[in-house]
C-alpha cells in the first residue's frame, strides 16, 4: 500500500499540464523528483543516462542512495548544525534543509553511476509545492561539474584524498560511524568482507553488523564513548550479510566537538584464521592429554580386572618402603592367590575364570583403604600393600579378606583364597625384595598347610 507522502505526490503529478512533464523529460540535464520522503518518483532521460539507471531502477530508491560518498552529508549536516545552531541530522534533512527554509539550495557533491564511478555535479534542490500550497516533494537537477585542472606535478596530493585512497587500499576493515550508529564511511575491505553495497549503508547501523554474542562488547564501546574515553580495544563478531561470522580485533577512537561525541572510527582486523587456528590447536592439546591419560592408564592398569599393575607395585613398593624406613613406620604386604584356579577353568572354562578375577578385584577394593595399594600381581595372584600397618593389623584385613572370599555367591562353585602376610617393622633395615620374598614365602606355605588360610611371617622381616 502507497504512503500518504506517495499518494500525494501522485495526485499532484496527475494535476500537473502535460507540458510542463514534456519539458523536464527534455531538460539537457539530471532532473529526480522525490516525494517528501526522499524516495524517487520521477527521473528524466538525462538522469537515466548520466548515471547509467533505467526509470525503473531508480523508482523507490532513496535520494541518499545516489551519493558516492555518505561522509559528504556527514560534513554537511556538521556545517548546517555550526551555522543553523541546532542539530541537524545527515541524510535527507541535510540535503533539504536550506531548500525548505529559503525555496532553494544549491551545493556539491559526487553522484555514485551504477558501474560504480563517481559523477561530480553541482546539485540544486528545489522543494516541489501542491495546488494548494502544501509540500509534495522535491526537484533535484544537477549537472556536471568541471573539475579543478589538475595541480602541477610538483605540488603535493591533497593529504584527505591521500588518506582516504589508503584505507580504501587497505585489507583491513575501516568505518565511521555516528553516535547513534549510522555509517558515515566504510573502506572497499569492509563492503567487500561484509557483502553489503554503498547502496544499503542508509539503512544500516552498527548493530546489523554486529553478532548477536558481541551486543555486550558493543553496549561496552558506546559506554567507553559517552564516558570521554579516546581510544579503546576490543574483540568482536561481526556478522556478514550472508550470516556468516567473521572475528575481528577493534582499534576504536572516540571524536568529541565542544564536549559532546561526534563520530566512532573504527578499524577491524580480521583474525578469523588465527582463532580458528588456535581452536584447532587448543583441540589437539585436548586429545594429546586425553591419549596421554589413556596410555598412562594402559601403561599401569590391569586391563581384565582394573587393578594397577605389577609395573605400578615395583614402583609403589620402592616409594613405601623408603617412607616406612625414613619415617620409622610399619609396613605390610598381603599377597594372595586363587585356590585351585586352573581346576575351575578346566571345569567352567576361562571366561568364568575371569569374572572370578573381576569379582575377587572388586571385593579387594571394597576391603582396603584409599591410602592401600591393590595389585594384580600376575594370573590368579594378587598383592595388597598396607603403609602404616603392622603385623597383627595386617592379620586382621588378610583374615576379614578371607572370610569375605569364602562367603560369597559363586554361583555353584566355592572359592577361596590362600594369604601370605609379611611386615617390615620400623627398626628393620631389610630392603624391598626380601619384604616381597617372605610375603611370597608364606603364601606358599599357605597352600602347602591345605589352602584357605593365612599364613604370616613369624616376627619382622630383618
Request: aromatic residues 6%.
Amino acid at each position: 500500500m502507497d504512503s500518504p507522502a506517495t499518494i500525494g505526490f501522485h495526485q499532484a503529478v496527475a494535476t500537473t499540464p502535460d507540458w510542463e512533464r514534456s519539458m523536464l523529460r527534455a531538460l539537457p540535464w539530471m532532473a529526480i523528483a522525490t516525494d517528501v520522503n526522499g524516495v524517487i518518483r520521477h527521473a528524466n532521460p538525462a538522469a537515466c543516462h548520466q548515471l547509467g539507471f533505467t526509470e525503473q531502477e531508480l523508482l523507490n530508491r532513496t535520494t541518499i542512495l545516489l551519493l558516492h560518498d555518505l561522509g559528504q552529508v556527514q560534513q554537511r549536516a556538521v556545517q548546517l548544525t555550526a551555522e543553523w545552531e541546532k542539530p541537524v541530522r545527515p541524510g535527507l534533512e541535510a540535503l533539504t534543509m536550506v531548500a525548505r527554509s529559503r525555496g532553494g539550495d544549491q551545493f556539491d557533491c559526487d553522484y555514485l553511476r551504477k558501474d560504480g564511478s563517481t559523477l561530480p555535479v553541482q546539485l540544486n534542490v528545489t522543494p516541489l509545492m501542491a495546488p494548494d500550497e502544501s509540500s509534495m516533494g522535491f526537484m533535484f537537477t544537477a549537472r556536471e561539474r568541471d573539475l579543478k585542472p589538475a595541480a602541477p606535478a610538483d605540488l603535493p596530493e591533497s593529504p584527505e584524498n591521500s588518506f582516504r585512497e589508503f584505507l580504501d587500499g587497505t585489507h583491513d576493515l575501516v568505518q565511521s560511524i555516528t553516535p547513534d550508529g549510522h555509517f558515515l564511511y566504510v573502506n572497499r575491505a569492509w563492503l567487500r568482507t561484509l557483502e553489503y553495497l554503498v547502496d544499503d549503508l542508509p539503512q544500516l547501523t552498527l548493530v546489523d553488523v554486529i553478532h548477536t554474542a558481541s551486543m555486550g562488547q558493543l553496549a561496552f564501546l558506546f559506554k567507553q564513548a559517552l564516558s570521554g574515553h579516546r581510544h579503546s580495544r576490543q574483540e568482536l563478531i561481526l556478522r556478514t550479510r550472508s550470516g556468516a561470522e567473521i572475528i575481528v580485533e577493534s582499534s576504536n577512537s572516540f571524536s568529541y566537538e565542544n564536549g559532546r561525541l561526534t563520530a566512532i572510527r573504527s578499524i577491524f582486523h580480521d583474525i578469523t584464521s588465527r582463532k580458528q587456528q588456535e581452536q584447532l590447536l587448543a583441540d589437539h592439546q585436548r586429545q594429546l592429554s586425553s591419549a596421554n591419560v589413556k596410555l598412562a592408564m594402559l601403561a599401569t592398569t590391569d586391563a581384565l580386572t582394573g587393578l594397577k599393575n605389577r609395573r605400578v607395585f615395583d614402583e609403589r613398593m620402592d616409594y613405601e618402603c623408603e617412607r616406612a624406613m625414613r619415617q620409622k613406620t610399619p609396613l605390610s604386604l598381603l599377597m594372595l592367590d586363587v585356590d585351585h584356579f586352573k581346576d575351575f577353568n578346566d571345569e567352567f572354562g576361562h571366561p568364568a575364570g575371569d569374572r572370578v578375577l573381576q569379582q575377587l578385584s572388586l571385593l579387594m577394593l571394597q576391603n582396603s583403604r584409599s591410602i592401600d595399594c591393590v595389585v594384580r600381581y600376575g594370573g590368579e595372584e594378587f598383592a595388597l600393600i598396607l603403609p602404616n600397618t603392622p603385623l597383627d593389623g595386617a592379620l586382621i584385613v588378610a583374615e576379614r579378606f578371607r572370610e569375605t572370599v569364602m562367603k560369597q555367591d559363586w554361583k555353584g562353585s566355592g572359592i577361596t583364597v590362600s594369604v601370605g602376610v609379611a611386615s617390615l617393622l620400623p627398626q628393620s633395615d631389610a630392603d624391598i625384595q626380601t619384604l616381597i620374598d617372605t610375603a611370597d614365602h608364606c603364601l606358599y606355605e599357605a597352600k602347602h598347610a591345605g589352602r584357605n588360610r593365612i599364613f604370616p611371617a613369624i616376627g619382622s622381616v630383618s
